[in-house]
């Protein structure tokens, strides 16, 4: 019985004192991202199994232990999706995106399932922002994508944020690497995992990348990628680095970034914490170049990354930065009786076409509680309507900040109310800053504004 009245483990409800944090988040960031040239791409939460296991990779812990996958009652394979790069690619693909001018760059919210350990940080379903960036090999891609992340923290005050940046070569080099990490992870067979011992054939690279302690203390001495670079891979990666320092972003080079993800190429990137525990990468990405290919489109250069949301708010909470309040309802109306409630809705109705907030009483309560409860969602005005109001049809509309009170006639109140609310709000900021500040002629042009 309890089981129904309990979510599911990993998953986490967002209740309204959270959501609109969310909310200006998500706007905060899309506005950024526009900026960038972004544009919004949304796709489903499901696709076929195929799609995680040919571009996430079936030697990795996403594809072999986290997804949520299922057959459904026609027998087909379905995922929900683990991450939002291959959706992307493959909605990309499938409506000719490729059709467009060059660079499509495309940005998305979403929910993403893992069938993880449940942690700080680290959650069954969790929310990513990611980019993905499609028809360009150019390292100044690469650095401008990474320059828009930077961006990101920058702008909501995050502070901290180590950068680490790796190249893990291309399908030409990338088989040299992993032959000398297979002869280094071979010699150490009797320490390795089980899981990592099954990967030594097939993927040798994701052993860098393994949980295991053991694993893990393998890693400081195992050849290192970069000596292993081709020629063009060097290049590009050079090229980065240094459109990244001429753009004045701090970055460490970090040999040990490998991504758990298998489609990336060249370019890889984290922005790692320290003050959120060991779930530390708040966002990851690089370049995938031979992804579309690999899902049976053309050869297109491609390249993304994306943030954890859950881990970016962690970071932020962390760091004591406040999401501005959200704005409280302008106008409450407090009626006592049936005549007076329908007097109420019908005004408030007409505000709300006009853009404005307005609540009033569907409870029942008396007037007392309900002046209590007005004070406590924070209305800036109230204005009861009593038996008295509706005969003189006249109500005290009250601004809560100074206490000020106004009469208003009840047949024109709609009419007037916006006009009454901004000459207080601005009277009383004028109040605030100091009776010079603004000017007669200022809120007279305030008031024509608003008009
Ligand atoms: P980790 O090493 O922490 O498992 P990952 O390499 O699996 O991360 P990606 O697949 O690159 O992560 O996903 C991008 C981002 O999504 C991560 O940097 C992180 O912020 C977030 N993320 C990944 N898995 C989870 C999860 N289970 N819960 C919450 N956020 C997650
Ligand atoms: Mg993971």
Redesign the pocket.
């Known amino acids: 019985m309890a089981l129904v009245t309990k979510g599911i483990k990993g998953t986490q409800d967002t209740l309204p004192g959270e959501s609109y944090k969310i909310r200006f988040l998500e706007a905060t960031i899309a506005e950024i991202a526009d900026n960038y040239g972004f544009k919004e791409i949304r796709t489903p939460v499901f696709e076929h199994t195929e799609l995680f296991s040919r571009s996430v990779g079936d030697t990795t812990d996403?594809v072999q232990k986290e997804m949520y996958t299922f057959d459904d009652k026609g027998g087909r394979s379905i995922t929900l999706r683990p991450?939002g790069t291959a959706g992307a690619v493959r909605a990309y693909l499938e409506h000719g995106l490729f059709n467009e001018p060059a660079p499509q760059k495309l940005y998305y919210f979403t929910s993403c399932y893992?069938y993880?350990k449940p942690q700080a940080?680290?959650?069954?379903e969790?929310h990513?922002f990611g980019v993905e960036c499609f028809g360009t090999e150019n390292p100044i891609q690469d650095a401008e994508l990474i320059a828009l992340a930077h961006e990101l923290f920058d702008f909501l005050g995050v502070r901290d944020l180590e950068l680490r940046l790796n190249s893990i070569g291309c399908p030409k080099c990338r088989p040299l690497y992993q032959n000398a990490l297979h002869d280094y992870f071979a010699a150490h067979m009797d320490t390795l995992s089980e899981t990592s011992k099954e990967r030594l054939e097939r993927n040798p690279m994701r052993i860098l990348?393994s949980k295991d302690p053991d694993d893990a203390a393998l890693v400081p001495d195992a050849p290192v990628v970069l000596d292993y670079l081709c020629d063009e891979c060097r290049e590009h990666f050079e090229k980065v680095k240094a459109f990244l320092s001429a753009m004045d972003i701090p970055f460490t080079v970090d040999a040990g970034i490998v991504?758990?993800?298998d489609y990336y190429t060249k370019t890889v990137f984290?922005f790692v914490s320290d003050q959120i525990g060991a779930?530390g990468?708040?966002?990851?990405g690089g370049r995938y170049d031979g992804l579309c290919e690999e899902l049976g489109g053309k050869n297109i250069p491609a390249l993304g990354f994306?943030?954890?949301m859950?881990?970016l708010r962690l970071l932020m909470d962390a760091q004591g930065i406040d999401i501005p309040p959200e704005e409280p309802v302008t106008l409450y109306l407090a009626p006592a009786g049936d005549a007076a409630a329908l007097k109420a809705a019908t005004i408030a109705q007409a505000l709300r076409m006009e853009g404005c907030s307005c609540l009033f009483d569907t409870v029942g309560r008396s007037i007392k509680a309900q002046m209590k409860y007005a004070n406590k969602i924070g209305a800036a005005f109230v204005a009861v309507i009593g038996d008295n109001e509706l005969e003189s049809k006249e109500v005290q509309l009250k601004f809560m900040k100074t206490g000020e009170t106004t009469a208003v006639s009840l047949d024109t109140f709609v009419e007037e109310f916006g006009t009454l609310a901004i000459q207080q709000e601005v009277a009383a900021l004028s109040d605030e800053l100091g009776s010079d500040t603004l000017s007669d002629l200022d809120l007279k042009a305030i008031l024509e504004g608003s008009n």
Do not use: K, S
């Open positions: 996403v991450e893992r993880e940080g680290r959650l069954r969790f990513q990348d991504r758990g993800l984290e779930q990468t708040v966002l990851g994306a943030m954890g859950e881990r």
